[in-house]
């Protein structure tokens, strides 16, 4: 829609990513379609088809580029990644045919950060080589924004880690190698150091699926997201990932690159509806002229322009002070754009749907799954509230109390000072102005 990248070399990766997504990604999308087919390495089919692809996206040189060399990246900074995945945003196999699909990715980040060299060749390894899928097991069913009333607990008995309690919402544990739990280790601790991260092998005795949990419009048990019990399942101490009492530090380096990336992809898929409406308007007729006739069309049309130009300078700002290494500011951008996903694409895909009529939300167009994609994005990694309240404090800590009864910005207190300032202007009699 617009192009930012001033590197001509980096342009012709990206030309060359929109060509290659759109003729041999969403072809996928089109015929491998089931919920979370593009996780489903049990269908020879799908990976007979994916295999090519992914080959040559490596050949590209542009295969997991997330990862940073040592592990096999290409070193992109934040703000070229945040480039390549609004072209993978409107695709449900665009992330996985790239080797970027989450949570394998901030899977495999927190095992090359926090993983022994024995975890890392066990479950690095394949996981970087999109031979295998993962799963990360955290939010249980009594709640998921506030860590505090998670249940779940891992007790050592002797060699070994014994893990028992229900998981909600673990996406993808139904095609997963593996499966990182957080649990409750030490319940009298702080809950920052309350818990901890365990690998466990999907084939583990205890581990059994509830109910494969769909989103809105998929069938029962079709979905993807894992009502989970642990039942004494057991592990041994050597699959805890990281320090123990750690799992909040480990989560949180999970979080923060994949947040940008899932904004990234969100405006890939609001750019697509802005495309699909700008489209419709031209094509469709009503009362004697085209949708693009009529003024509430046009302000639509408009509007969302100005808001997907607005939000990709917001992903674009996050990623580049990610990349000058402020920390805190980085933090800022991502919580900024953490909290506009859900909004930009709700208001961008609800506009397209309209203008779509009684197509819009039919399950022959893309929009109805932007629309849960929508709503889904206020609450993966962390409801929109919390990410308010969280942003809202950083913007806070530097914030002074005003100094005096009124706040500073106070027009008769101003103004008394100015009449000060300024008194002896204010006191020039008519014979000093000649
Ligand atoms: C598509 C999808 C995939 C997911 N994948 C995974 C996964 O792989 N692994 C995993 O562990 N989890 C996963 N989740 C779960 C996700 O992390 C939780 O949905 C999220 O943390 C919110 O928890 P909850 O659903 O229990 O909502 P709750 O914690 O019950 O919150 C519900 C609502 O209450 C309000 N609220 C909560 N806290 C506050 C507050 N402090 N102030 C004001 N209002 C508040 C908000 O409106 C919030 O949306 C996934 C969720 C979705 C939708």
Redesign the pocket.
Known sequence: MWDFSTDPEFQKKLDWMKQFVRDEVEPMDLVFNRPGHNFDVTDKRALAAVRPLQAEVRRQGLWACHLTPDLGGQGYGQVQLALMNEILGATKWGPRVFGCQA?DSGNAEILAKFGTPEQRARYLAPLLDGEIVS?????EPQ????PRVFETRAVRDGDEWVIDGY??????ARWASFIIVMAVTDPAAPAAERFSMFLVPAETPGVTIVRNTG?MGEHEDEGA?AYIHYDKVRVPADAMLGQEGGAFHVAQVRLGGGRIHHAMRTLGAATKAYEMMKERAVSRFTQGGPLAGKQSTLAAIADSYVELLQFRLLVLHAAWTIDQGDREAGKIGIGSVKIMSPRILKDIVGRAIQLHGSLGVSNELPLGGYWVKAA?Q?????????HQ?GLAKRILKDAKPAAGLFPSEHIPTREAAAREKLARYIAMREEEFA
Not at 378 to 386: F, I, R
Request: glycine share 14%; aromatic share 10%; net charge negative.
């Open positions: 949570p799963c990360f097991s955290m939010t709640g998921g924004s506030d998981k909600w919402f673990s996406s993808q989103l997201h889904s206020g609450l993966v990694d962390g409801p929109t509230e919390v309240i």
